[in-house]
């Protein structure tokens, strides 16, 4: 119990000191590869993924660690992975997103947090629980790509790395522009920690370094998995509710680290503070909270346990899953931020 | 005169959803003062200037989670 208490705390909060100082945000990333035509965080995400896949199948192949793939229900993934990423725009940020900003003091992810974590209890282990299953009964037997393919997993892997490097590369050859910045008031080791602004593709290397971290540490104390969010946020409203002490592992750890770690790195920044949202943020906050609840434990994990973790696996779970994740996000985008500019473009028009 | 554009208590992308339309309406040399407490608009706010050639005539936190950018229209 004492070593998962520590381990899970610390590398939850590493977790959430890089995340909320990178801005590290898969939401508006994937929101601004439609309304802004921006890929950079999208990139970012490539880059975690591919370092992590590398690190954790080195540690598999050494023996270190298990990872069994299982089976793929493609159906639930397919539709709840959409359905997630609808949620993910209402509520403001994903699952780690919303964790990290309920640090940052947003009365909104609290919200939210509470929305996803109750849904996520009531399809794991409440009355939606026969739905689910249905849904996840339609499955193909391999989950891994290099099993259905017969391609060793080290082709995949490389293949990744080889496009992300070129990604890198290109993108780092652009022209930079200056981007204004506020005035340090700090030096040194505060500077580089509080105020600087991190690069996303470095802040990417040390998410991607985190989330190998997390195998050896959760499997240490039995919980044979990586970094995951949803099963864990469940977990603590199904603990609170029942006292069933079984329910407590490594991920709770985890999830609490990722808010407190998120609380340091804003406190430290000057960045804390409490912030109520106005009544439609607070709407949207609680139905996109629920809607991630219900999207995520039905595909079976959110853009972290999805769309960072199984995809480093090399699972058709994984890749399938950040698709979907994607076009969710477009889809809400554009009723939430595209057509209301467009309608408001339109009136202006009638009026002039 | 600088026009303002409150955006306290806004969440992301919002802030610069409202920025955007704002700077729309005013004349090139105009300057748009942006109150706003969105963590993550303390890096979307000023890219957006810069990569679209708006100068930046003051930014400063005036608070704990507190910011203000002047952003003067190409």
């Keep these: 119990m004492m070593q998962m208490l520590i381990t899970g705390l610390i590398c939850g909060a590493l977790l959430g000191f890089v995340m909320q100082r990178g801005r590290f945000c898969l939401t508006g ?55 997630f990423g609808i949620g993910i725009v209402l509520a403001g940020g994903c699952a780690t997103g919303t964790w990290y900003r309920a640090g940052e003091g947003l009365i909104g992810s609290w919200i939210a947090l509470f929305g996803y974590m109750f849904m996520s209890a009531v ?20 989950n891994s790509i290099a099993e259905t393919t017969g391609i060793s997993v080290w082709v995949f892997i490389a293949i990744l790395v080889v496009i992300v490097a070129a990604i890198v590369m290109r ?58 969010i949803t099963t864990p946020s469940a977990n603590i409203l199904q603990y609170s509710v029942t006292g069933d002490v079984s329910l407590i592992n490594w991920g709770v750890f985890l999830v609490l680290g990722i808010f407190l770690g998120s609380f340091i790195a804003a406190k430290a920044s000057r960045e804390f503070r409490f912030r109520m949202p106005d009544t439609k943020t607070g709407i949207n906050s609680f139905l996109g909270g629920n809607l991630m609840g219900f999207g995520a434990s039905l595909a079976g994990g959110c853009s972290i346990g999805n769309g960072l973790v199984m995809t480093a696996m090399m699972t058709w779970q994984g890749w399938v899953s950040l698709i979907f994740i994607i076009l969710g996000t477009w889809t809400a985008s554009y009723f939430v931020f595209i057509r209301p500019g467009k309608s408001n473009a339109a009136s202006a028009a009638i009026t002039s | 005169m600088a026009k303002t554009l409150e955006v306290v208590g806004q969440v992301c992308p919002f802030p610069l959803v409202e920025a955007k339309k704002v700077i729309d309406e005013i004349q090139s040399g105009e300057e748009l003062i942006i109150n706003f407490d969105c963590t993550q608009a303390t890096e979307s706010i000023p890219r957006w200037a810069a990569e679209n050639g708006h100068a930046v005539t003051n930014y400063e936190a005036v608070g704990e989670a507190e910011w203000t950018i002047t952003v003067k229209k190409k």
Excluded: C
């Design chain 1, 29 to 83: 990333g994937f929101r601004d590869m439609y309304i802004a035509k921006d890929n950079r965080m999208f990139y970012a995400l490539l880059i975690a993924i591919a370092v992590q896949s590398v690190g954790v199948y080195i540690l598999i192949q050494t023996g270190l660690i298990q990872f069994t793939a299982g089976a793929f229900p493609w159906v639930a993934v397919i539709i709840g992975s959409f359905i």
């Design chain 1, 123 to 142: 399809m794991k282990s409440g009355f939606l629980l026969p739905v689910n299953q249905a849904m996840q009964a339609t499955q193909l037997p391999n």
């Design chain 1, 171 to 228: 993108e780092l050859r652009k022209p930079k522009v200056v981007i204004p910045s506020l005035k340090p008031k700090r030096k040194g080791l505060g500077h580089l920690l509080f105020e600087k602004r991190w690069h996303p593709f470095f802040t990417a290397v040390l998410i991607g370094v985190i989330a190998i971290s997390a195998w050896p540490l959760s499997q240490a104390t039995g919980r044979m998995a990586g970094l995951g």
